[in-house]
């Protein structure tokens, strides 16, 4: 079956610019995660939404960074006034419970920020 | 601080042999753990989970242990194959919905 899929792959822009992220989970899944990965590290929680609401956004670095699920299924994180240091690989999970069981990893979206 | 350590260097091994890899973490109490393998340019994949409760767990090659005493865990896999080469991620959660991540270790398997 589809797994966790996410697009762009990749996405280039300039310093200042917004930009949205997708992900289209696994179908069927409620539960869905958003992590950043820089080079050489592990993935970063930013996210989780249970259906259509954030139960935890602790991740998230600050208010430019926004996400969100409307109708449980897609989710879209948005990120306002990029910055440099946002360039890295922003990675999408979902899993069937809600909590942090298994989870599908989608191939990521890496975001350079020039 | 809470922290987890994977071996930051990478692990270098002839095929056939076995490939340990370490997972410490200090100020948690996870209620389980789990390993993931990440390929270049793909995203995580789920290999194994082990409970707090469980000393061992196996899946086919594939051999983890979990000591909440000395507070790690440890990655086995046999009869390595180059297959096998990629990065090994630990994670842990500890409860509520998020899920912490180390590192993770490189593994190089030479033919």
């Known amino acids: 079956g589809a797994g966790v899929s996410q697009t762009p792959s990749n996405k280039v822009t300039e310093k200042g610019k917004y930009v949205e992220l997708r992900c289209d989970p696994i179908s069927g899944h409620t539960a869905l995660y958003w992590y950043r990965q820089s080079l050489g590290q592990g993935p970063e929680f930013l996210i989780y939404?249970?259906?259509?609401?954030?139960?935890?956004d602790s991740g998230l670095p600050n208010d430019r960074f926004f996400a969100v699920r409307p109708e449980g299924s897609v989710s879209t994180l948005k990120i306002q006034r990029t910055e440099r240091g946002d360039s890295a690989v922003y990675l999408c999970?979902?899993?069937?419970?809600?909590?942090?069981?298994?989870?599908?990893f989608g191939p990521g979206t890496r975001l350079t920020v020039l | 601080s809470q922290k987890i350590e994977q071996n930051s260097e990478a692990l270098n091994i002839q095929e056939g042999k076995t490939a340990t890899l370490t997972c410490n973490y200090t100020n948690y109490s996870p209620a389980y753990l789990q390993w993931y393998r990440q390929d270049p340019g793909r995203g995580p994949v789920f290999l194994l989970l082990?409970?707090?409760?469980?000393k061992e767990k196996r899946k086919e090659r594939l051999k983890v242990t979990f000591d909440t005493t000395l507070k790690q865990s440890l990655f086995h896999i046999t009869a390595s194959q180059p297959a096998d080469s990629a990065t090994y991620l630990c994670?842990?959660?500890?409860?509520?919905?998020?899920?912490?991540f180390g590192a993770g270790t490189r593994l190089f398997v030479k033919a």
């Open positions: 999970a979902s899993s069937l419970g809600e909590r942090a069981d298994t989870q599908y």
């Open positions: 994670a842990l959660y500890t409860g509520g919905f998020k899920t912490i």
């Open positions: 082990i409970r707090e409760n469980e």
């Open positions: 939404f249970q259906g259509t609401g954030a139960a935890d």
